[in-house]
């Protein structure tokens, strides 16, 4: 069964780093997403990529976080100069069309990232 | 502002104790309930996708069903295996948007 794979699955880096989490999506899904989820919290909606460009981003996706689909499999976020806030789960997921099956996002495993 | 509140927030059940988790939510036009299951350290795993009042899907021993206001996660006869954090998760049709907006979720607790 497809499915979203991203890496790693958990890194550590002090704070004011720079990070780059990578994703390769499901093989024909046109809509890649970040969500980001806190220890505890819910899942959070971080951004979302269409046709080579950012389609709707939220609040906490400020200008520390880029994406990138640098070539047609990979889907990037870097976070730069992180912070010890920035320590959570990010997931990748994608989704195939908007119309009916293809409605449904699929998630990844997530990166597990920690801001010392 | 489009909310989603699921009901326990955990839940404890012996073996074979049939129950339901419940996802209201508050949306613009939904175009989509999603509920998924996450197990500790890992990724929403998707289980149904709902799309009108009235409609009902199953899988194993999970029945998942939406009204106008709210939808239920049935689980008849659970096993330890079932145990785990599930999500509910809508999309509004409102916008042209299509980002679902999580719940904080149910984590439940099946004792052999």
């Known amino acids: 069964e497809p499915e979203v794979t991203q890496t790693p699955s958990h890194q550590v880096t002090q704070m004011g780093q720079e990070v780059i989490l990578r994703c390769v999506p499901i093989?024909?899904?046109?809509?890649f997403y970040w969500y980001r989820q806190i220890l505890g919290q819910k899942v959070e909606f971080l951004v979302s990529?269409?046709?080579?460009?950012?389609?709707?981003k939220s609040e906490i996706f400020d200008d520390q976080f880029s994406v990138e689909r640098p070539d047609g499999s990979n889907f990037t976020l870097k976070i730069r100069s992180t912070k010890l806030e920035d320590s959570a789960m990010y997931f990748c997921?994608?989704?195939?069309?908007?119309?009916?099956?293809?409605?449904?996002?699929?998630f990844g495993e997530g990166s597990w990232l920690t801001v010392v | 502002e489009d909310q989603v509140t699921q009901s326990p927030e955990a839940l404890r059940l012996q073996e074979g104790e049939s129950s339901s988790l419940n996802c209201s939510y508050t949306?613009?036009?939904?175009?989509?309930l999603f509920w998924y299951r996450q197990d500790p350290g890992k990724g929403p795993e998707f289980l149904f996708t709902?799309?009108?009042a009235g409609e009902e899907k199953e899988k194993e021993r999970l029945k998942a069903t939406l009204t106008k206001k709210e939808s239920f996660l049935h689980i008849t006869a659970p096993k330890p295996e079932d145990s785990a954090t599930y999500l509910c998760?809508?999309?509004?049709?409102?916008?042209?948007?299509?980002?679902?907006?999580f719940g904080r979720g149910t984590s439940l607790i099946v004792h052999p």
């Open positions: 709902l799309y009108s």
């Open positions: 998760a809508v999309q509004a049709s409102s916008g042209g948007s299509y980002i679902p907006t």
């Open positions: 093989s024909n899904h046109l809509y």
């Open positions: 949306v613009s036009g939904l175009r989509g």
């Open positions: 997921a994608s989704r195939e069309s908007g119309q009916g099956a293809g409605n449904t996002i699929y």
């Open positions: 990529f269409y046709n080579n460009e950012i389609s709707e």
